[in-house]
């Protein structure tokens, strides 16, 4: 008899779980011990990649001007006129011509998607928002080199 693949990657997890708690423990124990592998594990510990995990913030403030212009490309895309790919005037007018051609399950299916998007509209404004407030926060900790990573 086969086994449902769902019951074998579920046991496969909790094996992986339980080696990952398994080998935490033992290098806990090590660093508690104050031998000096403890010491030589630290010296190894795995760098983080620029920005990250060092406190510094610089990660963030060097993508701040990128978000930014992703951002506003999206609120622009999704404020545009029906003429507009990916507007929600544009969505609405499919919707509308859906409807009038009695296609229900494509209007049905397209009101689901300008539902989305007028629910993403008011995310990526409050978004935009914090983001300006970051940018204010890099700009003040790192003397106004926001985006240069330093």
Do not use: Y
Not at 113 to 134: I, M, N, Q
Request: proline fraction near 3%; charged fraction near 25%; aromatic fraction near 2%.
């Amino acid at each position: 008899m086969q086994r449902p693949k769902i019951v074998v990657a579920g046991a496969l997890s909790t094996l992986a779980l339980t080696g990952c708690l398994l080998t935490g423990a033992a290098s806990a124990n090590a660093a508690d011990s104050g031998s000096p592998s403890s010491s030589e594990a630290s010296a190894t510990a795995p760098h983080h990649g620029k920005g990250q995990g060092n406190g510094h913030g610089k990660g963030i403030c060097h993508r701040v001007p990128k978000l930014e212009k992703r951002i506003d490309k999206a609120l622009d895309r999704l404020n545009g006129d029906a003429h507009t790919r990916g507007s929600i005037a544009r969505m609405e007018q499919r919707v509308k011509n859906a409807r009038a051609k009695h296609r229900d399950a494509v209007a049905t299916f397209l009101q689901d998607r300008l539902t989305h998007r007028k629910e993403l509209k008011p995310t990526l404004t409050r978004e935009r928002t914090d983001l300006k407030a970051v940018a204010a926060w890099c700009a003040k900790k790192n003397g106004g080199n926001q985006g240069t990573g330093s």
